[in-house]
Every structure is written in C-alpha cells, then in structure tokens.
C-alpha cells in the first residue's frame, strides 16, 4: 500500500491531488482497508514518510525480494 501510495505521489503535482480511493484502487484493495491499516490520510502519509526517510524495507533496493514481501505484509 505504501509503494502504490509512493508511485501515485511520485505521479501527481502533489499528495493533496491523490485520494484514498486512487491508492485503495492501485493496491486492488477496498478504501476502508487503507483506514483500518492507517487510521486516516495523515496517518499513511506519516508512515509512507517515516518508510522512506529510514530506508526500511520493501524500499530498499538491496533487500530480497521474499523479504520485501514479508516486510510489505507486516506494514500493511
């Protein structure tokens, strides 16, 4: 959720510009999954910026693919 989240900033003029209903489509997910995981808009932006900053898995480009998986889960 965090990487779709990431992908669609990247795409748009800014994160005001990307719903939640955008992000929940990207992921194949339901809108109220994105709230129940992050509590509210902030709070996926606070985790996507928390991710990025510590360069924590899955973004990482050296980790294994198996462990972005496990990594992806567990924030999600």
């Known amino acids: ?3 779709a989240a990431d992908t669609l ?3 748009a003029d800014g994160p005001e510009r990307v ?3 955008a992000i929940a489509a990207a992921c ?3 809108k109220g999954t994105l709230f129940r ?3 509210s808009r902030a709070g996926l ?3 996507l910026r928390a991710s990025v900053e510590s360069g924590v898995v899955p973004f990482r480009q050296d980790t294994l693919p198996q462990q972005r998986l496990a990594a992806f889960l567990d924030l999600a």
């Open 37 to 39: 995981a992050f509590g």
């Open 9 to 11: 900033f990247a795409q």
């Open 1 to 3: 959720m965090l990487k």
């Open 45 to 47: 932006l606070d985790a």
């Open 28 to 30: 194949s997910v339901g």
């Open 19 to 21: 719903t939640m209903d």
